[in-house]
């Protein structure tokens, strides 16, 4: 059986969020508002130590306080396994209490649980804990712990460095940044002896969720339910399960009641991990028209003290541009902090701020226009892996970002450039991010009332994965999307992608794919054998707008798939979808995938009173085919926003004495908001990755916040002269500088 798309493809086209209505009405459920009969309300008491150990908790108080159930402490919630590598990911393998060891500040030491928010909190503050103090170290210096180790390398990068004429070498350093999606973690579990826990979480990945709380909980397979209908975001923080889940849903089990457990923000800088910060040489040197003849890059990062999760900021290093020498390296450093994360775009965002900020050094040394620089290190393959792109086209988004910019009219000049009284910069930078594809299933259900039901355990981030799924399926069936229903999140449906390193979309097409396919193969059957239709036709089914007929036959002589159904005698007929990750694949393995990009901004610089913004931006994306543009534009739009924060506002800073994150707060952990948010150009080239999946789609989630910070550093050099090489900027960098001059 073959079908092939319907003529009028919604694939490339745009489509407003098909939840968008629930959201803007308020009725769409995220984890926190599930509510239940007798729900009781936990709050976690954190450790107010960054080391040291417990000697003993006093919970006589607030056991005996207005509403409380019960406090939890290591001596009465049980153990947790802790669970391996290849069972479930997680970021924190050590279970929450598994000892008196405290390694960073706010580690879980208790639980309250009682009837209402307020008395937990109340009765929380009044948990007494006897602490062996010790200094934890929160040293933001990066000295590696071990010799750093080759990640990439090829020819002679130092003997190459070592005898250029032209080369720069700087070192770049990013702070640690907290994820801060809107939505709060939160649980709401539910246990239930006949059915076993059902936990609403707020999820980027539900079936490693699941995982992870079986074997912690020690339940058979079936005892777990993971509920995840909506997410406020989650920027890496919700990739894997942190230790509140488990406590939340052991205490729902001991208590026999619905537990609501909701992290405050507080919590939320050192429970759901964070991005470490990096400090990062970078060795360049060049011929004098400006071909780079050896790139060397040599990170570190901090991790925390028994975890280890390696911020990867050699991601797009070895393959970004083209040269006969390179050398990455990378360490890490042990600290007495929280355990770090995935932070949007992990690795490859900190590690191109270094690399392009080193690229825009050179342009300048070398007189070079920095547009001009990159164009000339294009490479034609993959020079890292030793493999050709599956497509790459950053040329064109370079070429294509200048124009939409203007960037021909830049005067290179250090704050030669004015309007309306304001010294403007302008920067550009390259980008780069992975395409991979996650194993996925799907199911695609055709109901005899016309409509269609998509369904998979993944999740939509907000990033609209529930309407490019609607596309998907309309791609094959040709349904409107207002009769396809899209079901996400519950791991009671087939299992589906993590929504993690922009991997979503790109691993659901071949599963969604095939599941309508199998549908329609299924519906076919049925309708052959209810002499609906004659046999297969030699060029296999088709659906046109809903119609099931011969390929090689105009739509009108098949019948609606509804028809068919009821004829049948069928209320639904469902097919089912799954692909393997690209790993599998050997021709994705035969290729470097990867999607890039380019942005171009300008910032304002008012030097009378030392006010930089960020004006505008240009960002052309080359990420395959664009399922639905404006759902893409919106990634891109709100990544470019995210790097802004980077470029100019984010930074944690930690308490020496006892490693708190002093500013846990959204007053003084600075975020981007509308009010800072630039005028923002997204253009996509669309050349379809087809060794990714049969769309061509690859991912864009996490792409547009890489180079952003390198681009707007870039552009402030040009309007003021300071070069800063330690995120964030910070006014004073230009003050210092006598730039307010
Ligand atoms: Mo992304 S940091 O893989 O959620």
């Keep these: 059986m073959t079908t092939t798309a319907h003529p009028d493809t919604p694939i490339g086209r745009d489509y407003t969020r098909v939840e968008g209505p629930l959201k803007v009405t308020g009725r769409a459920q995220y984890a926190a508002d599930h509510r239940f009969p007798g729900m009781l309300y936990a709050v976690p008491v954190g450790a107010t130590v960054g080391k040291g150990r417990i000697r003993g908790i006093e919970a006589g108080v607030a056991r005996g306080m207005p509403g409380v159930h019960k406090v939890y402490t290591r001596e009465n919630i049980g153990r947790f396994p802790r669970v391996d590598e290849k069972t479930a990911k997680l970021d924190e393998y050590r279970p929450p209490m598994e000892d008196d060891v405290i390694r960073y500040y706010g580690q879980y030491v208790a639980v309250v649980v009682a009837d209402t928010l307020e ?98 909980l ?40 619905p537990v609501k457990l909701v992290l405050s923000r507080r919590m939320m800088f050192h429970n759901v991990g964070h991005r470490s910060n ?46 006969p020498n390179l050398r990455v390296t990378y360490g890490s450093a042990r600290r007495d902090i929280a355990p770090t994360t ?70 290179p000049r250090i704050g030669s450039m004015r309007r309306d009284g304001l010294i403007l910069g302008w920067g550009m930078a390259a980008c780069s991010w992975m395409a991979m594809r996650l194993k996925a ?40 999307l207002d009769r396809i229903e899209v079901a996400l999140g519950d791991t009671t449906l087939p299992p589906g992608p993590t929504s993690g390193g922009s991997m979503a979309t790109g691993s659901l ?37 809903g119609r099931l007929h011969g390929a090689d036959r105009p739509p009108s002589s098949g019948v609606p798939f509804e028809q068919a159904l009821r004829t049948a005698g069928l209320d639904r007929i469902a097919g089912q979808g799954s692909a ?77 004495r006892n490693g708190a994150p002093v500013n846990n707060n959204l007053a003084d952990y600075m975020v981007a908001t509308n009010a800072d948010a630039p005028e923002i150009d997204v253009h996509f080239v669309e050349y379809p990755d087809t060794v990714l999946n049969e769309l061509g789609a690859r991912g864009i989630g996490e792409i547009g916040l890489a180079g952003v910070a390198a681009a707007i550093t870039s552009a402030v050099h040009h309007a003021t002269g300071v070069r800063v090489r330690d995120l964030p900027v910070k006014i004073e960098d230009l003050l210092a500088s006598g730039a307010a001059g």
């Design 342 to 411: 995935s932070m949007r775009g992990p690795g490859a965002v900190p590690g191109l701020y270094a690399i392009e900020s080193a690229m825009d050094e050179l342009a300048i040394e070398l007189g070079l226009d920095p547009v001009e620089l990159r164009l000339r290190n294009e490479p034609e393959r993959d020079e890292g892996a030793n493999l050709p792109f599956s497509s790459r086209h950053l040329r064109e988004c370079l070429l294509q970002g200048a124009e939409r910019f203007g960037w021909a009219r830049r005067d």
């Design 509 to 545: 097409v071949p599963a969604v794919l095939a599941a309508a396919r199998d549908a329609v193969g299924r519906l076919a059957d049925c309708a052959v054998r209810a002499g609906l239709l004659e046999a297969e036709p030699p060029g296999g089914w088709r659906v046109t707008d």
């Design 278 to 323: 990096t400090r990062q040489r970078v060795r360049l040197s060049a011929t004098k028209d400006g071909r780079l003849t050896s790139l060397q890059h040599d990170y570190l990062f901090h991790v925390a003290r028994e975890e280890y999760h390696k911020e990867n900021c050699g991601e797009a290093t070895a393959f970004l541009y083209s040269t």
């Design 580 to 656: 393997e990750g690209s790993e599998a694949d050997p021709a994705f393995k035969r290729h470097s995938n990867h999607s890039f990009g380019a942005h171009f901004v300008e910032v304002t610089w008012e030097p009378a009173i030392a006010r930089l913004r960020l004006s505008r931006v240009a960002t052309v994306i080359d990420a395959g085919r664009i399922i639905n543009p404006r759902t893409g534009r919106n990634q891109i739009e709100g990544a470019i926003v995210m790097g802004l924060g980077m470029g100019l506002l984010e930074e944690t800073s930690y308490d020496r």
């Design 119 to 216: 008395q937990a909190i109340a009765a929380a503050t009044a948990v007494y804990v006897d602490y062996d103090e010790q200094v934890p170290d929160v040293s933001m210096d990066l000295v590696p712990d071990e010799e750093p180790a080759v990640e990439s390398e090829r020819g002679d990068a130092q003997g190459e460095f070592d005898r250029a004429a032209i080369r720069i070498d700087h070192t770049y350093t990013t702070p640690p940044e907290t994820n801060n999606p809107l939505e709060l973690h939160a649980t709401v579990a539910v246990y239930d002896e006949a059915q076993g826990f059902t936990l609403y979480e707020s999820s980027q990945g539900v079936v490693n969720h699941k995982a992870a709380m079986v074997r912690m």
């Design 218 to 257: 020690e339940v058979p397979e079936d005892r777990v339910r993971i509920i995840t209908e909506h997410v406020g975001s989650g920027f890496g923080s919700k990739l894997w399960p942190w230790g509140h889940s488990v406590l939340a849903a052991a205490a729902a089990r001991d208590l026999g009641r």
């Design 441 to 480: 299933q799907a199911q695609v259900e055709l109901r005899a009332d016309g409509t269609v039901r998509v369904a998979s355990a993944t999740q939509d981030i907000g990033t609209g994965t529930y309407t490019v799924v609607a596309q998907m399926a309309a791609f094959v069936l040709g349904v409107p």
